[in-house]
């Protein structure tokens, strides 16, 4: 084997690994965009499902439902099934929950980057104004990470409604 048959074999295997290099390196990086991604949307999804599980069990008590005044974009305070009261709160990036029984409080997430809540009355499209027009409670929370911006719009339909 000459000499320039030697260097024509280590220039095309040098070619051939960067190739396998780059797509290993494409593999690795998508790889790990997923499972930012999906960390993210576990977030958010955890979050809607407690949202939602909570607030339809706003207990009703003819002829409206147990919402305190805590009752704006950025709270939502109501009584349980059970006769707790319950009361969220998004102030900065968090979004808190307490109990009154057992006096607990808890940040349920610290990485929203936006949070609001909306009410609607029976029609699903009129705004409440009124803690008794209340029929449907909508959450609209945006998520920040690894500078990806992931959103989410949900709206529950409290139950025991006439």
Do not use: H
């Not at 003819?62 to 950025?74: L, M």
């Amino acid at each position: 084997m000459s000499l320039i048959e030697l260097v024509i074999a280590i220039s095309i295997l040098s070619i051939i690994s960067l190739v396998v290099t780059q797509y290993l390196q494409g593999s690795v990086s998508s790889y790990q965009a997923v499972k930012n991604n999906s960390s993210a949307l576990m977030k958010l999804r955890l979050l809607d499902e407690r949202l939602s599980r909570e607030f339809r069990r706003t207990r009703y008590t003819a002829p409206v439902y147990d919402i305190t005044s805590g009752f704006n974009s950025s709270g939502y305070e109501f009584v349980d099934l059970d006769g707790v009261t319950v009361t969220y709160s998004y102030t900065g990036n968090s979004l808190s929950v307490a109990y009154s029984s057992p006096v607990v409080s808890n940040v349920i997430n610290d990485q929203l980057t936006a949070f609001s809540f909306n009410y609607y009355q029976s029609n699903g499209v009129t705004a409440a104004t009124l803690a008794a027009e209340v029929k449907f409670v909508e959450w609209v929370m945006t998520l920040t990470e690894n500078g990806n911006i992931y959103s989410l719009t949900n709206r529950v339909m409290l139950r025991g409604q006439p």
